[in-house]
């Protein structure tokens, strides 16, 4: 079965401050995995997207990292700002299935 | 990318009434998808659908609680019909834009009282 796990389940953190958030996963054939932004009551959006040859990418303040050996990611945040308070989704593709699988996600509060 | 909208963004229904979302996509796209996201959980997967074709139900979901349309490539609506308070969560949408990739609407947070 397809699962995906993250960790915390939520944390706090001061502004400036870095952290980061962990995501494992048991899909297969693997195909890319992304991290979504999620503010409360939107829906998600994309950060991230890396496939199965890519072991780190970044969007700004937010740097990815995958190792598909141990099917492992990362997501950090860098310099957190208050904007950052979000919840943050670990969502993994299998190749040749449209249904995604997700994590439960990661719930950052930022205070000043 | 992909622009996608959501029609209402939210509201709040009586019970035993029905509520009909709509999602808009600035393109044609071939596979639409309906998400539940109860409040402090992940997104669940309602339905498929295709234009052309009967929309496709994930287990636990059902045509007559969740009536799908797809009347052509850029447009669908979900009907959640007879709603209880367990029907508050945020509906969303997505499209499959590019393979193994998808794009989500804005969603739409719905209380029913």
């Known amino acids: 079965k397809n699962q995906v796990e993250q960790s915390p389940q939520s944390l706090i953190i001061l502004e400036g401050k870095n952290c980061t958030l962990q995501?494992?996963?048991?899909?297969?054939?693997?195909?890319?995995l992304r991290w979504y932004k999620q503010d409360t009551g939107r829906g998600p959006v994309s950060l991230t997207i890396m496939t199965f040859s890519e072991n780190t990418k970044s969007n700004g303040r937010y740097t990815a990292t995958l190792d598909a050996d141990t099917k492992q990611s990362s997501l950090h945040i860098t310099a957190s700002q208050l904007s950052d308070s979000a919840s943050y989704i670990c969502?993994?593709?299998?190749?040749?299935?449209?249904?995604?699988?997700f994590g439960a996600g990661t719930t950052v509060t930022v205070r000043a | 990318s992909a622009v996608i909208s959501q029609k209402p963004s939210r509201d709040i229904c009586q019970r035993g009434t029905s509520l009909t979302i709509q999602c808009q996509v600035d393109?044609?796209?071939?596979?639409m998808f309906w998400y539940r996201q109860q409040p402090g959980q992940s997104l669940t997967l309602i339905a498929t659908a295709n234009q052309g074709s009967e929309a496709t139900y994930e287990s636990g979901f059902v045509i007559d609680k969740f009536p799908i349309s797809r009347p052509n490539l850029t447009f669908s609506t979900l009907t959640v019909s007879n709603m209880s308070p367990e029907d508050s969560s945020i509906y969303l949408c997505?499209?499959?834009?590019?393979?193994?990739?998808?794009?989500f609407g804005p969603g739409t947070r719905l209380t029913v009282l």
């Open positions: 393109s044609q796209v071939t596979m």
């Open positions: 997505s499209v499959d834009r590019e393979p193994d990739t998808q794009y």
């Open positions: 995501c494992n996963y048991t899909v297969s054939p693997f195909s890319n």
């Open positions: 969502v993994v593709s299998a190749h040749y299935d449209y249904k995604l699988s």
